[in-house]
């Protein structure tokens, strides 16, 4: 039966948080505040938090350098990842991906159909590896970014949840969460 094996030892992941926004600050950022809030309230390290415009360079050198900084292990962004004009998150991400996690879209989708209804074909919600490290882009919404830590990310991250976590594929927990 899936789910968290309290017998086991948590590790701590190292998680960075990028909002992609235009508009948005750090004091006006709630959906990157929830992220970054709930991960901490999980345990887990935030490794650093940044803002970047909905521009294709802007978003793709920030997530490079956390997948190319050893202190970071999981990189959640939020923000544009829909249909208008400057979304352009997966555009700037995918190509940085070595693999795609197909089913984190999957998933992310089945319980959005819960809370806003078939309005989740209007996100590009995905997720993949970039070297050793982890990316999921969600939505830039408060409810969205709820929805994807609470339901999924923070079993997903969680190092005790068995069958196997995402924590179980990074170089230092390999031999851990076998």
Same mark, same amino acid.
């Given at each position: 039966? +899936? !789910?968290?094996?309290?017998? *086991?030892?948590?590790? +701590? *992941?190292?998680?960075?948080? *990028?909002?992609i /926004? ?6 006006? %950022?709630?959906s990157? $505040?929830?992220?970054? /809030?709930r991960?901490?309230?999980?345990g887990? &390290?935030?490794?650093a938090?940044?803002?970047?415009k909905? &521009?294709? $360079? ?8 956390w997948?190319?900084?050893? $202190? ?8 544009g ?5 400057? %979304? ?13 996690? &197909? ?5 992310f989708?089945q319980? /959005? ?14 997720? !993949?590896q970039? #070297?050793? /490290?982890?990316?999921?882009c969600? +939505? #830039? ?5 709820? %929805?994807?830590? %609470? ?5 997903e991250? &969680? ?8 924590? !179980?594929?990074? +170089? ?6 076998a």
């Amino acid at each position: 039966m +899936p !789910g968290i094996n309290e017998n *086991l030892p948590f590790h +701590p *992941l190292k998680i960075a948080v *990028l909002t992609i /926004s235009d508009t948005r600050t750090m004091e006006t %950022d709630t959906s990157g $505040e929830l992220l970054a /809030s709930r991960l901490q309230e999980a345990g887990h &390290d935030l490794a650093a938090r940044a803002i970047v415009k909905d &521009d294709v $360079e802007a978003i793709r050198t920030q997530v490079q350098a956390w997948v190319d900084d050893p $202190e970071v292990e999981i990189v959640l962004t939020t923000g544009g990842t829909g249909f208008t004009p400057r %979304d352009v998150t997966p555009e700037a991400v995918m190509p940085l991906l070595r693999r795609v996690m &197909d089913g984190f879209s999957v998933v992310f989708h089945q319980i /959005s159909m819960g809370t806003i209804g078939v309005s989740t074909l209007q996100s590009r919600a995905f997720a !993949g590896q970039a #070297g050793d /490290s982890f990316i999921f882009c969600v +939505p #830039g919404s408060t409810g969205a970014c709820r %929805d994807a830590w %609470d339901l999924v990310l923070q079993y997903e991250c &969680d190092s005790r949840y068995r069958p196997c976590s995402i924590a !179980g594929q990074l +170089p230092r927990l390999r031999e851990v969460c076998a």
